[in-house]
T-cell receptor, first 112, second 113 residues
Framework: AQRVTQPEKLLSVFKGAPVELKCNYSYSGSPELFWYVQYSRQRLQLLLRHISRESIKGFTADLNKGETSFHLKKPFAQEEDSAMYYCALKAAGGTSYGKLTFGQGTILTVHP | DTAVSQTPKYLVTQMGNDKSIKCEQNLGHDTMYWYKQDSKKFLKIMFS???????INETVPNRFSPKSPDKAHLNLHINSLELGDSAVYFC????????????FGPGTRLTVT
């Protein structure tokens, strides 16, 4: 079974401060990890995925297989980063192939 | 130019009623999904269809029945609605099960009174 855990339901930081949204996963195979974001009154959308290893809107996330983590980081938070963030794991095969399992979500609030 | 659309956006109904939520995508994708987001914002997959065939069917009560008339549509019919069915239901689509990105609809907020 696959599981994704985001330990922080709410996270508040001030503008310009570093931010880290935690994500841990449990999966017996080789996972694909993603971060999805939902801004106020907008649709849930893909922010980034571990395979691409790219920075999107200043955010990066590194897959740490030893710690089974995929934390999302940004060195200087902006007010427009305020949103709901979901970490998600995709099964690579088996009967759950293609299934996206989401964490509980973290609401990030960036104060001015 | 909406990619994934859902109707209705809001649905308020009484316990015991039967209701449907419709989803349409114009992205040319062959895979569609239904997710349920509960009051705690927990998002969980319910079903997925690939080329009109049911691929993923999570532990969902039989009162929920998805129907895919074609690859661009995936509707969700719910019988005998219960209070616990109150949630936001999201439709999503992707190009194949292996696609790295799913495109989500705006959600349908269902309230059962």
């Amino acid at each position: 079974a696959q599981r994704v855990t985001q330990p922080e339901k709410l996270l508040s930081v001030f503008k310009g401060a570093p931010v880290e949204l935690k994500c841990n996963y449990s999966y017996s195979g080789s996972p694909e990890l993603f971060w999805y974001v939902q801004y106020s009154r907008q649709r849930l959308q893909l922010l980034l995925r571990h395979i691409s290893r790219e920075s999107i809107k200043g955010f990066t996330a590194d897959l740490n297989k030893g710690e089974t983590s995929f934390h999302l980081k940004k060195p200087f938070a902006q007010e427009e980063d305020s949103a709901m963030y979901y970490c998600a794991l995709k099964a690579a095969g088996g009967t759950s192939y293609g299934k996206l399992t989401f964490g509980q979500g973290t609401i990030l609030t960036v104060h001015p | 130019d909406t990619a994934v659309s859902q109707t209705p956006k809001y649905l308020v109904t009484q316990m015991g009623n039967d209701k449907s939520i419709k989803c349409e995508q114009n992205l040319g994708h062959d895979t569609m999904y239904w997710y349920k987001q509960d009051s705690k914002k927990f998002l969980k997959i319910m079903f997925s269809y690939n080329n009109k065939e049911l691929i993923i069917n999570e532990t969902v009560p039989n009162r929920f029945s998805p129907k895919s008339p074609d690859k661009a549509h995936l509707n969700l019919h719910i019988n005998s609605l219960e209070l616990g069915d109150s949630a936001v239901y999201f439709c999503a689509s992707s190009q194949g099960l292996s696609s790295y990105e799913q495109y989500f609809g705006p959600g349908t907020r269902l309230t059962v009174t």
